[in-house]
């Protein structure tokens, strides 16, 4: 066999071969991709539970703040006692908050009077602020201030105790925000003074006001009610109400930044929760769960990624086997080919020379058929005026004229001639004349704008348009116009005059009585009128004709 023939008779081989090795591969990998999506699908829904419960218990603060906001406002005089018994069944029921308080509005002058009375409460009390050595000092001289006067639980929270909350800047953000909007605000993370880890923290201010006042129409702001959310206790409480948690998950903070401030990274228990993000950032491809969230006018995100390799495992064993059965069934598939093609070699030569034959064949009869198509064209086109001739013209118009009786549409014709021709043709000569019948006829070809119109050499000098589901009107004024535009082509090239035409025409819509020839006779009549009235015109068959 020589070598071209050896390759072509390895091509189904070869491609067997690719094809099997191809669908074994990727079946391997659908299968992995299949446990893939299920897996992933299961952790979308475990993340979502997540999520729901970490926003949840964000939403409790929140919930939680109002409430004492509210009991504050509802009452002018409310004891450092009665405080604490209206928050402590709330700390039980929200344990992600790590401290309710109440932080009132003081003013410099009554400072001094306001740290004694609290002092009842808590001896050597004082309102303090975050020193330049980061310990608490007294607090500086200013206009107000919002110390906390009431915190609980109070074990762990000593230190906050008199803290004033405005001489931080985040803190101080988020209280002339929530006085001015009048609503519920929390802060960027934070540490706190009473901090003795390395969690952040956000604070959650509800800002409390008195009555109006009648002449400027204003409320008095008597204060805020302030919960601490600790960031790590809050989301770890929170996924601890579902056992193991086969995820990590990140917060951010993205009120001031797109990309976000990082709060807390929680690892399942192969990894180390905590405060600073390390290694642990969030993958940028594979599997991620993100879930955005307001609260407290800041917006939130929370990234979750699955635990561990569970996902690349699924499935292997299965995948593997599917890939080891593929291409063994690839390997007996190619013997089966191999034996196939040596049996096959004989008659593979055989329908070489037949394949040969019959192109040869096919070859020799589109020779013919383009011959034939070529004579066709010659047989219907008039070779002067290079418009199509009588013959084909009887043709066309004995179809045409059956459609329009089948159809009950209108049929036009029109008959042309030529004014004076003869007599061009003896004063100019026949070379002059057959030039002029072609420009004639190009005009009159250019003017048609539909392909199933013809213009076609009638005999002689005249010329027959047929034009199919025209009425009289579009005829006539189709007549009027190839008039205008033969007695306007100019023959100066050749010092000939300009020449006429005279036109018949005609229009019928074709019943079971009516004759062909007795229509085109009618139209003949009227181009004989045409002439008779003066040439260069127009003229309608009528009732005589």
């Avoid at 929200?94 to 309710?100: R, V």
């Avoid at 040596?342 to 013919?368: N, T, Y």
């Avoid at 004579?375 to 179809?399: C, H, K, T, W």
């Amino acid at each position: 066999m020589k070598p071209k023939r050896l390759f072509l008779a390895n091509v189904p081989l070869t491609i067997v071969i690719v094809v099997g090795i191809a669908l074994s591969l990727l079946a391997h990998v659908a299968i992995k991709q299949h446990y893939r999506d299920q897996t992933n699908l299961e952790f979308s829904g475990h993340a979502t539970g997540y999520a729901n419960l970490i926003v949840d218990g964000f939403a409790q603060v929140i919930f939680a703040i109002e409430s004492v906001g509210a009991y504050y406002s509802a009452s002018r005089s409310v004891t450092t006692a009665q405080c604490a018994k209206f928050v402590a069944p709330m700390l039980q029921r929200f344990p992600t908050i790590k401290a309710l308080g109440w932080v009132p509005r003081i003013t410099q002058p009554i400072r001094s009077e306001f740290e004694q009375a609290a002092q009842a409460d808590h001896p050597g009390f004082r309102i303090t602020e975050v020193g330049s050595d980061k310990d608490l000092v007294p607090a500086g001289v200013r206009p107000a201030y919002f110390p906390v006067r009431l915190i609980r639980p109070i074990s762990g929270n000593e230190a906050a105790v008199g803290f004033d909350i405005y001489s931080n800047p985040i803190r101080r953000a988020a209280i002339d925000a929530a006085i001015k909007r009048g609503r519920t605000t929390s802060t960027a993370r934070i540490r706190l003074v009473q901090e003795t880890g390395q969690q952040f923290s956000v604070l959650i201010i509800n800002p409390v006001f008195g009555p109006e006042d009648p002449e400027t129409g204003d409320n008095e702001v008597r204060g805020v009610a302030s919960a601490v959310y600790r960031i790590g206790d809050g989301v770890e409480r929170a996924l601890a109400q579902v056992g193991v948690v086969r995820a990590n998950v990140w917060l951010y903070d993205r009120s001031d930044d797109a990309a976000g401030e990082f709060l807390y990274f929680y690892g399942a228990p192969q990894h180390t929760s905590g405060q600073e993000q390390g290694a642990f950032e969030p993958p940028i491809t594979g599997v991620r769960y993100v879930q955005d969230f307001r609260l407290g006018e800041r917006d939130f995100r929370l990234v979750m990624v699955p635990a561990g390799g569970d996902i690349e495992r699924r499935g292997s064993y299965l995948a593997w086997i599917a890939l080891g059965v593929g291409l063994l069934f690839t390997g007996l598939l190619a013997a089966y080919i191999i034996l196939t093609l040596r049996r096959s070699h004989e008659l593979l030569i055989g329908q070489q020379a037949l394949e040969h034959q019959v192109s040869e064949r096919e070859r020799v009869e589109e020779e013919l058929r383009e011959a034939n198509q070529e004579l066709q064209v010659l047989s219907r086109e008039d070779p002067v005026m290079g418009i199509s001739n009588r013959r084909y013209f009887d043709e066309y118009f004995a179809q045409e004229w059956k459609r329009a009786a089948r159809h009950k549409t209108s049929l036009s014709l029109l008959l042309g001639d030529i004014d004076h021709f003869k007599k061009y043709n003896d004063t100019f000569g026949h070379v002059a004349g057959d030039k002029c019948l072609r420009r004639i006829a190009q005009v009159l070809r250019e003017a048609l704008e539909r392909p199933g119109d013809l213009v076609a050499r009638y005999g002689g000098e005249e010329i027959a348009l047929v034009l199919p589901s025209t009425p009289e009107v579009g005829a006539r004024d189709l007549a009027e116009k190839l008039r205008i535009l033969v007695s306007s082509l100019s023959h100066a090239d050749d010092n000939t005059p300009s020449i006429t035409i005279s036109i018949g025409y005609g229009t019928i819509v074709p019943q079971r009585n009516s004759a062909m020839e007795d229509f085109i006779r009618a139209v003949d009549g009227a181009l004989y009128r045409a002439k008779q009235q003066g040439r260069n015109r127009t003229v309608a068959i009528d009732s005589s004709d």
